[in-house]
C-alpha cells in the first residue's frame, strides 16, 4: 500500500475497501460536553431510552431516587452532577423519510462532566472522539465552561453541532444562544431548526432545511410526528432563518459560495451535504433545539450526528513512528492494517482494571497479544467489552473506528499499543496542572493498606489527581483541580474503601521563581576518614523568560566532569525544582547551565555532583531575586441582577481584577481574574450574598506573582516550620 501520509483524507476514504467503508459510514463516536448542569446526562438518558438500551428514564436528582444511567456513581446521584464521564453505545435506526429508507447507525457516546474540576474527563473524551454535540442551556447561552468546552474541541479538532436544550424553561431564547456561539466561540454557526413555541408552550421544532415541522408524541416522546404543515406564526422565522443559514454556508463552503452568487436555489441535498461539509472540516456549527427535560425534540438531534458529524475514516489522526525519528503517520482506519490503538481511560472494577481503547487501525481481538508502546512489553488481551455506563458486554473482537474496553491490561492512561510490527505512538493528551492540594491520613492505622490501595487506584484514574509523601513533615499530600476535586475523593475513600480520613486545610500550589541571572562556583569537600566527598560545579543560573517549564544544560569543554557526573547533576537539579529553596514548592522558569567544574581521583561521584549541583541550586536561586507565584482563577459569576453590588462589593474585598460584565433580561454574569487563595469559603460568602442564587466557577488561568505582603508572610512561616521540625 501507497505510504498512508501522503494520501489525503478524501482519498482514504475512497480507497475504502466497500464492506469496510459500508461498516464506518455507519459509525460515530461522539461526546456530549457542556457547561455544568445544561442538560447532557438528561439528554443522554432519552438517546438510550429512544434506542432501546434502557427500558425506562430515570431522572438526574429525579423523586424515583434511581437516578439516571449515565451517573451510575452513588455520588453523581446524590449531587445531581456528573463526575466520571461514562461510555455507551447505541444502535440508531434514522428514518429517512422522503426516500422511505431506514438505516442503521452505531453510536458510541460519551458523556462527560460540566464541572471544571472534572476537566480531564472532557479532555481525554474529545482526544479519542470523533465528533461532538456541545449542548447550550437556551436561557443561559454561552457559559463559562461553554468556552472551556470550545478550546477543548478545538485542541483535538473535533466538529460539533450545537443543541440549544432547556427550550421549556422561562426566558428562552435561541437566536439570542446562536448570537452568542457565533459571536463568542467565534464559530460560525446558524440554525438548522426554529421552535414551534417556546417556555411552557415549546411544542417542537422546524426543520428549515427540509421546512417540516417535526413533533414528538407518546408518553416519553417517543413517536416523531412529521408535518408540511407549518405553524402561521413560525413560517416567517423559518423562511428568514433558512435565508440566513444558506449564507452562512455560503461564506464557508466553495459550492454554495457559487450557487449563491449565480442566484440559484441550493437543492435539500445540496444544503445536507455542504452542512456535513463544513461541519467535518470545522468551519461551521449547525443549530438544533429542543428539551431533553421534556422529551422533545431529541430524536432530530440523533438524526443530526448521523447526517453532519464525520465516521471514523473522515477524520485525520496521526501517530509518530518511533522508528524514523517520530515522523509523522497517518491513521487509516483500514481493517486489515496492523493494529494500534490509544489506552484513554483507565477504571478500576471488581474485575481488575478496565481500560478503554480507541481502535485507530487494525483488529484488536481477545487472546491476541499486543505491544505497549512505552514500555515495550507485551501483554495478552484477555477479554474485551463494551461499556454501557457500569454494565458491559463481552465481545471477540473490535475493529478500526470503534471504541471498547479491555480487562486485565496494566498501563498507564495515554498508552499506545499495538500489534508489535509498527513503532508507532500516538500523541497523548493535555494535563492541566494541579492548583490546590491537602494533607490527608486515614483517623485509624489499620485502615492503612486499604488507604495505599485507594490511593494509587485514583492516581492511575485520573491523571490531574497526584499524590506524594511530602519527604520532610511525612504527611501525604494530594493535588488536584479544586475544592470539590479533592472533596470527591475523600468522599468516595469512605464509601468505597471504608477508610475516614483525616484531611488539612487546602492549601494554594505555589510555584517558586527567579528573577536575575546569577553565577555560581561551588565546591563540595568532605574528609571523613575513608574515601571523601568531592565535586565541583561552575556556571549559572538565569530565569528561562517563560513561567513554565525548567532546564538544564551543560556546556562543559575539556571532559573536567564526565557525562556520567553530569548526568547525575541534571538529575539534581530536577530533583532541587521539585521543591524550591522558598517554600519546598515547585519550581518554574529556571534554567542552570554548568559550564566548568573539577573532579577528585578517588573521592568524586554521582552522590557528590549531584549533591554539590543541589547546593549550588541552592545558594544561586536565593541570590536570584526569587518570587513565590501564585495560581490566577478565572472566575465567573452569574446571579439575578439585583446583587449585582453585593457581588462587586465581594470581588473587590478580594483584589479581584473585574474583567467583563454582561447583564441580561434577569442575570448578570461577570468575569474577574482572582488569586485562588483569596477565593477559599467564597462559596459561602456567595450563597449568604444572593439568597444562595448566585452561581461560579473557577479555572486556572495562569501563574502570577504573589503580592509582596503574601510572599514574606509565607516565606517567614515556611522557615518557622523548618526550624521547628530541625529542632525534634
Ligand atoms: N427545564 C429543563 N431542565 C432540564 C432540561 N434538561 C435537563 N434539565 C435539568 O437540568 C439539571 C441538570 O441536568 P443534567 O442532565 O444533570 O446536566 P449535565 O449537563 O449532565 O450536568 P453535569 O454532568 O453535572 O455537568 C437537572 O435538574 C435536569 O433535570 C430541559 O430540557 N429543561
Ligand atoms: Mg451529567
Known amino acids: 500500500m501507497q505510504d498512508p501520509s501522503s494520501l489525503s483524507q478524501t482519498d482514504i476514504v475512497n480507497n475504502l475497501n466497500p464492506k469496510e467503508a459500508a461498516r464506518l459510514d455507519k459509525l460515530r463516536n461522539i461526546g456530549i460536553a457542556a457547561h455544568i448542569d445544561s442538560g447532557k446526562t438528561t439528554a443522554t438518558e432519552r438517546v438510550l431510552y429512544y434506542t432501546g438500551r434502557i427500558k425506562s428514564i430515570h431522572e438526574v436528582r429525579g423523586k424515583d431516587s434511581v437516578g439516571a444511567k449515565m451517573d451510575s456513581m452513588d455520588l453523581e446521584r446524590e449531587k445531581g452532577i456528573t463526575i466520571q464521564s461514562a461510555a455507551t453505545f447505541c444502535d440508531w435506526v434514522k428514518v429517512d423519510r422522503e426516500k422511505g429508507t431506514e438505516e442503521k ?3 458510541n457516546l460519551i458523556d462527560t462532566p460540566g464541572h471544571i474540576d472534572f476537566t480531564i474527563e472532557v479532555e481525554r473524551a474529545l482526544r479519542v472522539l470523533d465528533g461532538a454535540v456541545m449542548i447550550l442551556c437556551a436561557v443561559s447561552g454561552v457559559q463559562s465552561q461553554t468556552q472551556t468546552v470550545d478550546r477543548q474541541m478545538r485542541r483535538y479538532n473535533v466538529p460539533r453541532i450545537s443543541f440549544i436544550n432547556k427550550m421549556d ?18 464559530i460560525p454557526a446558524a440554525m438548522i431548526q426554529v421552535p414551534i413555541g417556546a417556555e411552557d408552550d415549546f411544542k417542537g421544532v422546524v426543520d428549515i432545511v427540509r421546512m417540516k415541522a417535526i413533533y414528538n408524541t407518546g408518553e416519553k416522546g417517543e413517536t416523531i410526528v412529521e408535518s408540511d404543515e407549518i405553524p402561521a406564526d413560525v413560517k416567517q422565522v423559518a423562511e ?21 452568487l449565480d442566484e440559484q436555489e441550493p437543492t435539500i441535498p445540496q444544503i445536507k451535504a455542504a452542512i456535513r461539509r463544513a461541519t467535518i472540516s470545522l468551519k461551521f456549527s449547525p443549530v438544533m433545539l429542543g428539551s431533553a427535560l421534556a422529551d422533545k425534540s431529541v430524536q432530530p438531534m440523533l438524526d443530526g450526528v448521523c447526517d453532519y458529524l464525520p465516521n471514523p475514516s473522515e477524520v485525520e489522526n496521526v501517530a509518530l513512528d518511533k522508528r524514523r525519528k517520530e515522523a509523522p503517520v497517518k491513521m487509516v482506519s483500514y481493517q486489515e492494517l496492523p493494529f494500534v490503538g490509544l489506552a484513554f481511560k483507565l477504571e478500576e472494577s471488581n474485575f481488575g482494571q478496565l481500560t478503554y481503547i480507541r481502535v485507530y487501525q487494525g483488529t484488536i481481538k481477545k487472546g491476541q497479544v499486543v505491544y505497549n508502546a512505552r514500555t515495550d ?34 498501563c498507564a492512561s495515554g498508552d499506545t499499543f499495538t500489534d508489535g510490527t509498527l513503532g508507532y505512538t500516538m500523541t497523548s493528551m493535555f494535563v492541566p496542572d494541579a492548583v490546590i492540594s491537602l494533607s490527608i491520613k486515614p483517623k485509624q492505622t489499620k485502615d492503612t493498606p486499604n488507604f495505599s490501595k485507594a490511593m494509587s ?18 504527611e501525604t499530600i494530594i493535588s488536584g483541580m479544586g475544592e470539590l476535586h479533592l472533596d470527591i475523593y475523600v468522599e468516595r475513600m469512605r464509601r468505597e474503601y471504608n477508610v475516614d480520613c483525616i484531611v488539612g486545610q487546602p492549601q494554594v500550589a505555589y510555584r517558586e521563581t527567579i528573577q536575575s541571572r546569577v553565577p555560581f562556583d561551588h565546591i563540595l569537600k568532605k574528609q571523613t576518614g575513608g574515601a571523601g566527598d568531592y565535586a565541583r560545579v561552575v556556571g549559572w543560573m538565569e530565569p528561562t523568560g517563560q513561567i513554565a517549564d525548567n532546564h538544564f544544560e551543560q556546556q562543559i569543554t575539556g571532559g573536567t566532569i564526565s557525562e556520567k557526573y553530569l548526568l547525575a547533576c541534571e538529575k539534581g537539579f530536577y530533583a532541587s525544582c521539585d521543591k524550591g529553596p522558598l517554600l519546598g514548592h515547585r519550581v ?16 568524586s561521584s554521582e552522590m557528590s555532583f549531584r549533591n554539590a ?11 536570584a531575586q526569587p518570587q513565590v507565584l501564585e495560581p490566577l482563577m478565572k472566575t465567573t459569576i452569574t446571579a439575578p441582577n ?10 473587590n474585598k478580594r483584589n479581584a481584577v473585574i474583567s467583563d460584565t454582561e447583564i441580561g433580561p434577569e442575570d448578570f454574569t461577570l468575569y474577574a481574574d482572582c488569586s485562588l487563595n483569596s477565593m477559599f469559603g467564597f462559596s459561602t460568602q456567595l450563597r449568604a450574598a444572593t439568597q444562595g442564587k448566585g452561581e461560579f466557577s473557577m479555572e486556572f488561568s495562569h501563574y502570577s506573582p504573589a503580592p509582596m505582603q503574601l510572599q514574606k508572610e509565607l516565606i517567614a512561616k515556611h522557615e518557622k516550620y523548618q526550624a521547628e521540625r530541625n529542632k525534634k
Do not use: W
Open 240 to 260: 428568514e432563518r433558512r435565508k440566513m443559514l444558506i449564507e452562512t454556508l455560503a461564506d464557508v463552503d466553495d459550492e454554495i459560495a457559487e450557487m449563491f
Open 457 to 474: 487506584r485514583f492516581q492511575r484514574e485520573d491523571p490531574t489527581f497526584r499524590v506524594h509523601v511530602d519527604t520532610e513533615s511525612q
Open 105 to 107: 447507525y452505531h453510536i
Open 642 to 651: 439585583e446583587f449585582q453590588g453585593n457581588i462587586v462589593g465581594l470581588l
Open 169 to 186: 424553561r422561562m426566558g428562552a431564547n435561541p437566536f439570542r444562544v446562536c448570537d452568542m456561539i457565533n459571536k463568542k466561540l467565534r
Open 588 to 603: 518554574l522558569g529556571a534554567s542552570m547551565v554548568i559550564n566548568d567544574g573539577a573532579t577528585h581521583m578517588t573521592d
Open 613 to 623: 549541583t543541589q547546593q549550588a541550586f541552592r545558594k544561586a536561586f536565593l541570590a
Open 377 to 410: 512489553k507485551k501483554v495478552k488481551i484477555p477479554r474485551i467489552v463494551r461499556m454501557h455506563s457500569n454494565e458491559m458486554e463481552e465481545v471477540n473482537e473490535i475493529h478500526a473506528g470503534e471504541i471498547c474496553a479491555v480487562f486485565g491490561v496494566d
